[in-house]
């Protein structure tokens, strides 16, 4: 007794049956297209060997697209579905766990690299306290949270609310405003053992110089010791600017003194000073009815007749 098919194996069955149709088709169409009638006669020109086989693999690719198979037509009555390739597809898990985050698709090296970092961290002491009785405290309210940046920088034991609490000791200060407020050389400034500093990318464009910035507590001791306190630092400040202003003026009236110069020897100043009034002085000569005048400023001479 014969089973019945379900309707999974009957749709099977179908898609099969239209498969062998279409094959069949095509075959017929392959046989009936290559097929020569009887009265065939070939007219084309006799080609070299070369262009006959440019000719032939041309042909051959020709053949080989139409050999291939065509898809097979959608049936409507499967319904609407979705092709997918399960081999491309990834799994995302929602968006929120993807295989991109974890250890699976680190290279070995990267995950030496982060353990290097890791351990480099807790030797710099980055990591939080384990034993609060050995760890370092701030300064000054003796919390455990340390600004580890300028502990490692400046060797400075702060918080970083301390920090913004007391600005007049643990602000920064660039370069610039050491050499002109506090007159610190440049040798000074660039040596790390007198005062240490920090490196911050510069805020201006990316393509200049980083900055190197300072403790503000750090200046002042290094200023005091080298002018004496605040007062020698505020005396020599005035010196300077009295430099300045020395220097200033007498560049003022340098530059008064080259502009009179100029103006006094131009061509309008050297006729001016070429049309005077000439002074005469009257010179006896032997002859009593000539007398023998000369200038006194500017030498001319000439003879006048007595009448």
Request: glycine share 4%; charged share 35%; with cysteine.
């Amino acid at each position: 007794m014969a089973t019945e098919l379900t309707p999974a194996q009957q749709r099977q069955a179908h898609l099969a049956r239209l498969k062998a149709k279409n094959k069949l088709k095509q075959d017929a169409q392959a046989i009936k297209a290559t097929r020569k009638p009887a009265n065939f006669v070939n007219t084309t020109p006799h080609q070299p060997s070369s262009s006959r086989n440019a000719a032939s693999g041309v042909q051959a690719a020709a053949k080989d697209l139409k050999d291939t198979p065509a898809p097979l037509p959608r049936d409507s009555r499967l319904g609407k579905y979705f092709e997918y390739d399960l081999s491309k597809l990834h799994n995302s898990k929602g968006g929120f766990l993807t295989e991109e985050d974890g250890d699976a698709r680190q290279t070995m090296a990267a995950i030496q690299r982060e353990k290097a970092r890791e351990r480099a961290r807790i030797a710099a002491g980055e990591e939080p306290a384990i034993n609060p009785e050995t760890s370092p405290r701030c300064a000054i309210c003796g919390s455990l949270e340390l600004d580890h940046e300028f502990l490692r920088v400046f060797g400075v034991r702060i918080c970083k609310k301390d920090k913004k609490d007391h600005p007049e000791q643990y602000s920064l200060l660039t370069k610039t405003e050491c050499r002109e407020d506090y007159l610190l050389t440049e040798s000074e400034l660039r040596d790390p053992a007198l005062l240490p500093h920090l490196l911050k990318p510069n805020p201006h464009a990316s393509n200049y110089s980083n900055m190197m910035l300072y403790l503000r507590i750090q200046v002042e001791e290094v200023a005091w010791k080298k002018w004496g306190g605040p007062e020698g630092l505020d005396e020599e400040w005035e010196k300077r600017e009295d430099v300045k202003r020395e220097r200033k003026v007498k560049k003022f009236e340098d530059g008064l003194k080259a502009l009179r110069r100029k103006t006094k020897h131009n061509a309008y100043q050297v006729r001016q000073d070429a049309e005077h009034q000439h002074e005469y002085e009257d010179i006896p000569t032997d002859n009593p009815e000539i007398i023998h005048r000369t200038c006194i400023e500017c030498g001319h001479s000439l003879e006048v007749e007595v009448m």
